[in-house]
């Protein structure tokens, strides 16, 4: 049971990304899926999380009114929209499952699968 996210890259301050998250092995369709990020030298934090039947949580302030999340539930894939997006937004980005259809805590313990992460590198 894997993920896999995809969509990291270079981007200048004030342009957009989208980032993809996608299972091998199961599908999302059940779990409630969330994004994390950790830039560096800090801890991995939790972004936004999204549940099995679309409800959003938001974990992170800094994020509000430039992110979304959203699943895809045909294709089997949740997106994280980046917009507006800041040199603090520098980071690498995981998709990470829970076993439950609703957004629990922003806890790293409440998420059972992770991807390898992608890189987000936001500088002019």
């Known amino acids: 049971l894997q993920l896999a996210e995809s969509g990291g890259g270079l981007v200048q301050p004030g342009g957009s990304l989208r980032l993809s998250c996608a299972a091998s092995?199961?599908?999302?369709?059940?779990?409630?899926i969330a994004w994390f990020r950790q830039a560096p030298g800090k801890e991995r934090e939790g972004v936004l999380c999204i549940s099995a039947s679309g409800g959003i949580t938001n974990f992170a302030d800094s994020v509000k009114g430039r992110f979304t999340i959203s699943r895809d539930h045909a294709e089997g894939t949740v997106y994280l929209q980046m917009t507006s997006l800041k040199s603090e937004d520098t980071a690498v980005y995981y998709c990470?499952?829970?076993?439950?259809?609703?957004?629990?805590?922003?806890?790293?313990?409440?998420?059972?699968?992770w991807g390898q992460g992608t890189q987000v590198t936001v500088s002019s």
């Open positions: 092995g199961f599908r999302l369709d059940s779990f409630a």
């Open positions: 990470a499952a829970t076993l439950s259809s609703r957004c629990q805590s922003d806890g790293e313990y409440e998420y059972a699968y």
